[in-house]
């Protein structure tokens, strides 16, 4: 059994890292298996919600909301505010700073910028006359919800609350974790009061709401015995063994619920940064359908989008090229007969580059490397329009092809491909570190570093995309240059999942998810943009138990997603193999698949 640094076994649940509490009084102990279980289910039946009567809960449009989570005396504030941030970034005061020198008045100064402020009150805090007084004058001026924790008595402090309440008679670390989830809609609300405390809160009184975002449990929540899942360590520890890749980090949601997610290794054989189940990494070819492809939908679900529509239909510089009658159809099954890529470093000459930026050179390619202004312009994308078509009607894989999606996306929309799918995308559905050109927005020592580049860019490329072709256009391309965690992954998958929506919100209608990610070829496994299960029995791709209804994508950089509907399952491995060069070996010990095979094993043996 390994231990850490105090002598205390660390397990994970819930997607992140409790301590023992013989070991340390925070964060607490959390019940397992199916005692987390019963306790959620008691929490659930003691757990009652008022004043929703503007449906402020669960909080919907996420981009729109700026979150702040106040807690005075409630022990079990970490862990609250953890399963807060999985859902959006929520930043969190103690309001215990705030009396002596600085007072409530300053924690209002503070809030300035917020508006929504969750507030997490126990019994023992509402004797405090000036804590209520600040729930008062704080809801006239922002969306307050209060969370109440303790025993019924609590309810009548809150006589002159209009803000809605969340009230768990239950004070519990479970408590505290549901009622996070709940005010996302990871959790549906489901009761009403049974007796009356006061005029205000009488029996009959409460709302009800819906889950509709993900949950996160034990294995057991989903009908899974934990102990089943315990060869995913074993297969992640042996790639690390073995020097298929330093580190990675694996998520599994089942049902709609995140039932595991764990982090192994190192961002680098040194170890000297631990993997983090929030580290960003280069989600390399699941680009092409985490980006690409899930602008097509949107744009095909609004009638902006032919899928028999030709190349020269939108974009018309191809009019005059071999490309200008190969359908949108064609380019997403990679059937268009494009070639696999175009030149990439080594084709740009000395003059192309410099290691300042300027005027001149204004494309970031990587550290010390700028490339000349209209280098894709002037280089790069005459070269996809002059490329010859050898295969057409044939199955090719192309990274050329989402080069020409994307500029397909670009000119029906006038919006850049990495900023479209944030504010449509990303944003709305609370996926917070999704994106691309990491390096803008997160610190690099949250993105596992991939190759060690000393041919071109002389450099290890940390929060710079690997992909070279995707380099040299800046970092954005259609089929390579998006970052994210494996959160964020689980989160869009599962809005596919529930075919089109998540959150409260429609993304797209259920038949646009249905027939992107279907077998949409008559020569290949293929959808549209999406990759498939394979039918020939002997390759176990994605991997050997999974369905034929099975989608997702793989991504060089060492990544890959797969959607089970028939197993409601998303499926999510990320890792940086090609670091400190480019490595077979996660291919070679068939890593993804086995510890995917793990978890459908662990589905069939059920609890």
Same mark, same amino acid.
């Given at each position: ?80 505010? +953890? ?13 215990? @700073? $705030?009396?002596?020198? =600085? ?33 008062? +004058? #704080? ?17 009548? =402090? ?34 009403? %009061? ?21 949950? $996160? ?51 680098? $054989?040194?170890?000297? *940064? ?8 280069? %989600? ?25 529509? &030709? ?6 510089? &191809? ?13 997403? @099954? ?7 890529? *175009?030149?990439?470093?080594? =084709? ?35 070269? @996809?329009?002059?490329?010859?078509? =050898? &295969? ?89 240059? %998006? ?33 992107? #990610?279907?077998?949409? +070829?008559?020569?290949?496994? !293929?959808?549209?943009?999406?990759? !498939? ?20 994508? #793989? ?33 070679? %010990? ?18």
């Amino acid at each position: 059994m390994i231990k850490n640094k105090w002598g205390c076994i660390p397990f994970v649940l819930l997607g992140f890292t409790f301590l023992n509490t013989a070991c340390a009084q925070i964060p607490p102990l959390i019940p397992t298996g199916q005692a987390y279980v019963n306790e959620e289910r008691l929490v659930e039946r003691s757990t009652i919600l008022f004043n929703n009567s503007k449906y402020l809960l669960p909080l919907k449009d996420l981009d729109q909301l700026k979150i702040a989570s106040v807690h005075f005396s409630n022990q079990y504030a970490s862990a609250f505010d +953890s399963l807060l941030n999985k859902y959006n970034k929520v930043q969190a005061f103690d309001g215990r @700073m $705030y009396n002596g020198a =600085k007072t409530l008045a300053d924690l209002s100064a503070d809030l300035k910028w917020y508006n929504t402020v969750i507030l997490q009150v126990t019994d023992a805090d509402l004797n405090n006359p000036q804590i209520l007084d600040f729930i008062n +004058s #704080t809801q006239k001026l922002k969306n307050v919800i209060v969370a109440a924790f303790g025993s019924g008595t609590i309810l009548s =402090k809150l006589n002159n609350v209009a803000a809605p309440i969340l009230w768990s008679e239950r004070l519990t670390v479970v408590s505290a974790l549901y009622s996070a989830q709940a005010i996302f809609g990871g959790l549906p609300v489901t009761q009403k %009061l049974t007796r009356t405390y006061s005029p205000a809160f009488a029996a009959g009184m409460g709302f009800i709401t819906d889950k509709i975002r993900l949950q $996160y449990t034990v294995p057991e929540d989903a009908g899974i015995n934990a102990g089943n899942l315990t060869g995913i360590d074993d297969i992640a520890r042996q790639a690390i063994a073995e020097h298929a890749t330093p580190g990675c980090v694996v998520l599994v949601a089942k049902d709609g619920k995140v039932i595991f997610n764990k982090a192994y290794g190192y961002h680098t $054989y040194d170890k000297a *940064i631990p993997d983090q189940i929030t580290d960003i990494f280069d %989600l390399a070819s699941m680009t092409k359908i985490t980006a690409t492809t899930v602008e097509a939908m949107k744009l095909t679900d609004e009638g902006k989008l032919n899928l028999e529509a &030709t190349l020269s239909d939108y974009v018309p510089l &191809t009019r005059n090229s071999n490309k200008n009658n190969i359908q949108i159809r064609e380019l997403l @099954m990679h059937q268009a007969g494009l070639i696999p890529d *175009i030149k990439g470093f080594e =084709k740009v000459k000395p003059t192309d580059h410099s290691t300042d930026s300027s005027a001149a050179y204004p494309t970031r390619v990587s550290d010390h490397y700028f490339l000349r202004k209209d280098y894709y312009k002037d280089v790069m994308f005459p070269e @996809m329009l002059s490329s010859p078509l =050898k &295969t057409r009607g044939q199955y090719v894989y192309s990274d050329v092809s989402m080069l020409f999606m994307m500029e397909v996306l670009e000119n029906i929309t006038s919006v850049p491909e990495n900023v479209y799918v944030q504010q449509q995308f990303y944003k709305p559905l609370g996926m917070q570190t999704a994106g691309f050109l990491p390096l803008y927005r997160f610190n690099q020592n949250q993105i596992p570093p991939t190759e060690n580049d000393q041919e071109y860019r002389h450099s290890l490329l940390d929060g710079y995309v690997h992909d070279p072709t995707a380099a040299l256009m800046g970092g954005v391309a259609g089929h390579a240059g %998006l970052f994210g965690s494996a959160n964020d992954v689980a989160i869009i998958y599962q809005m596919l999942l529930n075919r089109g929506t998540y959150g409260g919100t429609q993304y797209f209608k259920p038949e646009v998810v249905d027939l992107f #990610t279907s077998k949409q +070829s008559a020569v290949s496994r !293929r959808g549209l943009g999406f990759d !498939r299960w394979d039918p020939i029995a002997d390759r176990h791709y994605p991997s050997k138990l999974a369905s034929p209804q099975t989608y997702g994508h #793989t991504g060089f950089t060492g990544t890959c997603i797969w959607v089970d509907p028939k197993y409601n399952l998303v499926y999510v491995f990320l890792s940086n193999r090609v670091h400190p060069d480019v490595s077979s070996k996660l291919g070679s %010990l068939n890593i993804r698949p086995r510890i995917q095979d793990v978890v459908y094993e662990a589905i069939n043996k059920g609890m």
